[in-house]
């Protein structure tokens, strides 16, 4: 198992358009949450998954922001309309229970809207 | 969840101990004190965490005082690749177990 790993690592795209990006947690982690990270700013919850319930989103998970689990695995991550404000890491991360356990990151999609 | 609050930054010697505080006075007693890291381009890595006792692992040391209201994360002979940014976060063991960061600490461990 080489980690939560998340594609694509980089993506350029116009004002308007839409992206969607993929999370593998690792395997066996019933939990998944997706964060964004500006420049300089730590990273904010979005959301996230126990198997492929999503039980909670923040007040940052605008309606053009739309997450999957679908089969309790991987996760995808859409934008819808896409805006210059959205430029941003997106972070995934995965943990293995709800309790006091540690969440493993990916490295990111670093999403750039031009 | 508590507030914490960092200094900014901070700069270590290589091979000497960084020692980076954290304050969170507001912390909760069902409340855990975590610490990330997050080197440049990479996703943050989880180092440590603890609820009242010290804890050591193989990465750092984490010293909580007495009242808990503030605590240390100790990494014993820092290298330059432990450059990063640290998170201090506390969190309660909820159903959600979702992170909040704030700023952090900016450590350069120069040569």
């Known amino acids: 198992d080489t980690g939560v790993s998340q594609d694509p690592r980089h993506k350029i795209t116009k004002r308007g358009q839409n992206v969607t990006f993929r999370c593998d947690p690792i395997s066996e982690h019933n939990r998944l949450y997706w964060y964004r990270q500006t420049l300089g700013q730590g990273p904010e919850f979005l959301t996230y998954f126990q198997n492929e319930a999503q039980l909670e989103k923040s007040r940052l998970l605008s309606d053009r922001f739309s997450a999957e689990r679908p089969k309790g695995s991987f996760s995808t991550l859409e934008i819808q309309r896409t805006e210059q404000g959205d430029s941003a890491m997106y972070l995934c991360?995965?943990?293995?229970?709800?309790?006091?356990?540690?969440?493993?990151f990916g490295q990111g999609t670093r999403l750039t809207v031009v | 969840d508590a507030k914490t609050t960092q200094p900014p930054s901070m700069d270590c010697a290589e091979g000497r101990a960084a020692n980076l505080p954290c304050n969170h006075s507001?912390?909760?007693?069902?409340?855990?004190v975590y610490w990330y890291r997050q080197i440049h381009s990479q996703g943050p890595q989880y180092i440590i965490h603890g609820l009242k006792n010290n804890e050591t692992n193989e990465m750092a040391s984490l010293i909580i005082t007495e009242d808990r209201k503030s605590s240390t994360l100790i990494l014993p002979h820092a290298t330059l690749r432990d450059t990063a940014v640290y998170y201090c976060?506390?969190?309660?063991?909820?159903?959600?177990?979702?992170?909040?960061f704030g700023g952090g600490t900016r450590l350069m461990v120069k040569p």
């Open positions: 507001t912390i909760s007693g069902n409340e855990y």
């Open positions: 991360a995965s943990s293995l229970h709800a309790g006091n356990t540690e969440a493993f």
């Open positions: 976060i506390v969190r309660v063991e909820h159903a959600g177990n979702m992170l909040t």
